[in-house]
Structure formats: C-alpha cells, structure tokens
C-alpha cells in the first residue's frame, strides 16, 4: 500500500497520461503561470480530503513557489534552451535528456513535499466532503495566485474533470 506522496504521484500521473490532461495542464502553466503540481494538487485534496483548508493551501504555495524557482524553473529553461539551439553531438542530446529526467524528479520531489505537508496538516482532522470540493480549491488556488478564472481556464480544467470521472 503506498504512503501518502506515492498515492499523489501515482493518481497525478495516472490523471496526467489520460487523453487531453497533459495538453490542458500544460496550457494552464504557459498562459496563466499555474503549477501544474498545485493544480494536480487540488484535484487530488478534493478526492482524498474534501477541500482544503487555506492555511494548507498557502504552505503548499509557499513550498512550490520556492522550489519551482529555485529547481524546476532553471532545470525546464536549461532543456528548453538545449530544445532551440541543438548541436550535433550524442552528449549534447544526452545531457538534454538527463536534465528532462532531473526535471521530472524534481516535480515528484515537490509532489513528495507537498503530499507530507498535507499528510501532517490533515492528521486527526475529520475529512468532510461537500459539493464540488475540486472546484472549491481550484477557486482557491486561483484567487491565492491572483488570477481571473475565464472560458480558456474553464475548459482546460472540464478536460482534467472529465478525465477524472471516466
């Protein structure tokens, strides 16, 4: 039975490998700038836990703001770099291909950390499900980032409902 961050990785990316979630989540982040870790995240708590609670959701921010621009963010501008001025060598295509896979073990780092923080935020506490809790932290996380939600991010993230519920 996996622990805690293996059961958010693992429905992460079982969602994300499902048709149109990776192109949805992935226009999310080119337009808007919204982590997909944290947008997985909120669907995730909405599965797991119910909505989650803002002071929760703020920690989480906080952890993923600081790792995205101290690890993620200089890992995806090194590949995307590599991406548009290719040379000709084996090692160049190598490298490029170690920093992808350095990239993605950095996204399960943070999907580790954030799956701990909400595991010992949540201890003890009476999970409550309500009506549409994925979509309640989905307004959270998009009022928290300061972002006006409209018919782009809407559809973007029926596609990741939907996959959801199939």
Same mark, same amino acid.
Request: aromatic content about 10%; glycine content about 4%; overall charge negative.
């Given at each position: 039975?996996?622990?805690?961050?293996?059961?958010?990785? +693992?429905?992460? &990316?079982?969602?994300? +490998?499902?048709?149109?979630?990776?192109?949805?989540?992935?226009? &999310?982040?080119?337009?808007?700038?919204?982590?997909?870790?944290?947008?997985?995240?909120?669907?995730?708590?909405?599965?797991?836990?119910?909505?989650? /609670?803002?002071?929760?959701?703020?920690?989480?921010?906080?952890? #993923?703001?600081?790792?995205?621009?101290?690890?993620?963010?200089?890992?995806?501008?090194?590949?995307?770099?590599?991406?548009? +001025?290719?040379?000709?060598?084996?090692?160049? /295509?190598?490298?490029?291909?170690?920093?992808?896979?350095?990239?993605?073990?950095?996204?399960?780092?943070?999907?580790?950390?954030?799956?701990? &923080?909400?595991?010992?935020?949540?201890?003890?506490?009476?999970?409550?499900?309500?009506?549409? /809790?994925?979509?309640? +932290?989905?307004?959270? &996380?998009?009022?928290?980032? @300061?972002?006006?939600? /409209?018919?782009?991010?809407? #559809?973007?993230?029926?596609?990741?409902?939907?996959?959801? @519920?199939?």
């Amino acid at each position: 039975m996996p622990n805690e961050p293996q059961k958010f990785w +693992n429905f992460s &990316l079982e969602l994300y +490998n499902r048709e149109g979630v990776a192109a949805a989540c992935l226009e &999310l982040q080119d337009a808007y700038q919204l982590d997909v870790n944290l947008i997985l995240f909120c669907f995730w708590h909405g599965k797991a836990y119910g909505e989650v /609670d803002k002071e929760l959701l703020q920690s989480v921010i906080e952890l #993923s703001i600081e790792w995205r621009s101290h690890v993620v963010q200089p890992l995806r501008s090194a590949r995307a770099w590599m991406k548009l +001025n290719p040379s000709p060598s084996v090692h160049f /295509d190598s490298l490029r291909e170690r920093i992808k896979a350095d990239e993605l073990m950095a996204e399960k780092y943070q999907q580790e950390q954030i799956a701990s &923080l909400t595991s010992a935020f949540n201890r003890g506490r009476q999970c409550v499900f309500g009506n549409d /809790d994925i979509g309640k +932290n989905i307004d959270s &996380l998009l009022h928290a980032a @300061e972002i006006e939600q /409209d018919g782009k991010i809407t #559809s973007r993230l029926e596609i990741i409902r939907g996959a959801i @519920e199939e």
